[in-house]
């Protein structure tokens, strides 16, 4: 696994402050990455120091994702994603997160293996999703019942055997939990698991399956999503991963913090963006599908429309994801024979936006969320479900972070800081004195 330079080898930097003057100690990554080491900060100086968003504070040291945003460049554990999405499997994928290397054949078979044994879950589960309504979203249906998964799983063994058992567990039955969220807002009959299929067509088939008559998989939707789900499997420390790892540091257990994560993953800036491209589209095919008109409007600040699906928090290039999901997006529409007035729309928003030069100054190029949604919506997965799609990739990043950040020497218990800036001392005044 790669290593990091020793902390403190790059040239310290200095703090001048109440004519004092502090060395600190620079941290620099195994891509120059460098940091100020501020951990002593307070104790010698009573300072702090105040990010709002944590956009320029690093929480950890990690190896397991590299991003350059500047270049465009996604990497888990050293390996390009376009190269991993061309030539792996999703659950190789997730050995890779998780394990830090890519899995020998016989590994892999056996992580196989162990995750299909797995996806069936208890048939007391049942009664779960009989508990929630109808028209309950799946999210919170989802970050629910991964909590509810540790009243099953309740041994408090803390040994490796036992969490890699976990582990095996979360990425084994997601799918299915996910599967289920939505066959009960349909109000249809569960479909169990299916021990000969692949892990994205499995999920396929438990999601659009009856009963009723024989359901086959089509290889390419299959390939599409397992393409989708490597893409979404990590992305550094985002706020869902961050939430993972801070609930993990108070020593709660891989469930909790995983429902915690699901649940900031919700929130419309984080995983709900992919939905709101969908909708954007919609309002613009329902407004005459003029995709100029719309993007003069929300180069106007006066205006409210929004162009989503563009820029990056942390890519001020083009999404290296995006640049691999266009391909798959035609190649899904073009075998399924759509002819998609949004894709068309959405072809031609990209396409004047990389020629603006409004866009091309706030480097604001075309990110995962613009192609997936369509992709999402190809397969016909409905806009509600979209985030759980995200959730289901990105489960074995959050595993990976949540490992890595308990064998972490430096790990402890996260306590952020603040600014305090209410009211100073005031005297209690009682109650039939008050104004």
Known sequence: MPTETTPGAATPATLTYDGKTLTLPVVTGTEAESAIDIQKLRAQTGLITLDPGYGNTGACRSAITFIDGEKGILRYRGYDIAELAEKSTFLEVA?????????????????????????????????????????????????????????????????????????????????????????????????????????????????????????????????VMNLLLILHADHEQNCSTSTVRMVGSSGANLYASISAGISALWGPLHGGANQQVIEMLERIEAEGGDAQVFVDRAKTKKDNSRLMGFGHRVYKNYD???????????????????????????????????????????????????YSGIIYKALGIPVNMFTVMFALGRMPGWIAQWLESRKDPDNRIARPRQVYIGATRREYVELEKRA
């Open 95 to 223: 050995w890779l997160l998780l394990r830090g290397n890519l899995p020998t054949a016989d590994e892999l078979k056996e992580f196989t293996a162990a995750v299909t044994t797995h996806t069936l879950l208890n048939e007391n589960f049942r009664r779960f999703f009989d508990a929630m309504p109808k028209d309950a979203h799946p999210m919170p249906v989802c970050a629910a019942a991964v909590a509810a998964l540790a009243t099953f799983y309740q041994d408090s063994d803390a040994s490796a055997a036992r969490t890699d058992e976990t582990v095996v567990r979360l990425i084994a039955k997601m799918p299915t939990l996910a599967a289920y969220s939505y066959k009960h807002s349909i109000g249809q009959p569960f479909i169990y698991p299916q021990n000969k299929l692949n892990y994205a067509a499995n999920f396929l088939h438990m999601m659009f399956a009856t009963p009723c008559e024989d359901f086959e998989v089509d290889p390419l939707l299959a390939r």
């Open 320 to 370: 290296p994801r995006a640049t691999i999901l266009r391909k798959a997006c035609i190649d899904v529409l073009s075998r399924m024979h759509i002819k998609s007035r949004q894709l068309e729309i959405a072809m031609k928003l990209e396409d004047i936006a990389l020629k603006d030069d409004y866009f091309i100054s706030h480097k604001l190029y075309p990110n995962v969320d613009f």
